[in-house]
């Protein structure tokens, strides 16, 4: 019987199991989005989604049990710190699988493993203020509605374009 069998074991003996999302979930955090086999990214997401529940709870207990768990403090600290207040007004689903085809290698299904309210960042090392992502988010729709609302009105007024003008024959 498989009772309390939840977990995939990702071809692994538990311990190493547990690191491996550990490990993965590490990389998630530093830098967001992660390539990986469709299985391990499938595998990771609860993982990571519990980490995030965590970091929004912003208790003492949450940020011990996170650090028991992922063995990096500074990437809890960056958990707790940058990615939580991002997500502060979601109940969950907090990260997405993007498939991706096969591997050219061995023909293993690959996946993007990211947060869904991620922020882009060139450098991983780089501190990104929560309330301006935010007030970013909420102007991109205005702005994309204006250029969207400037496209029509150029569709709808045709430039008019001169015919050419017929050569005429003189007649001689």
Known sequence: MRHGDKRKKVGRDSAHTKALLANLTCELIRHGRIKTTLAKAKAT?????????????GTLHARQTAVSRLHQKDMVKRLFDDLAPLSADRRGGYCRVVKLGPRMSDSAPMAFLEWVDRV??????????????????????????????????????????????????SEE
Do not use: L
């Open 120 to 169: 882009v960042v060139e450098d991983p090392d780089v501190v990104v203020d929560p309330d301006a992502v935010k007030a970013e988010q909420k102007a991109a729709p205005k702005a994309e509605k204006a250029a969207k609302a400037d496209d029509a009105e150029k569709a709808e007024k045709p430039a008019k374009k001169k015919a050419p003008k017929a050569e005429k024959k």
């Open 45 to 57: 997401r609860p993982f990571a989604e519990r980490m995030m529940t965590f970091a929004k709870k």
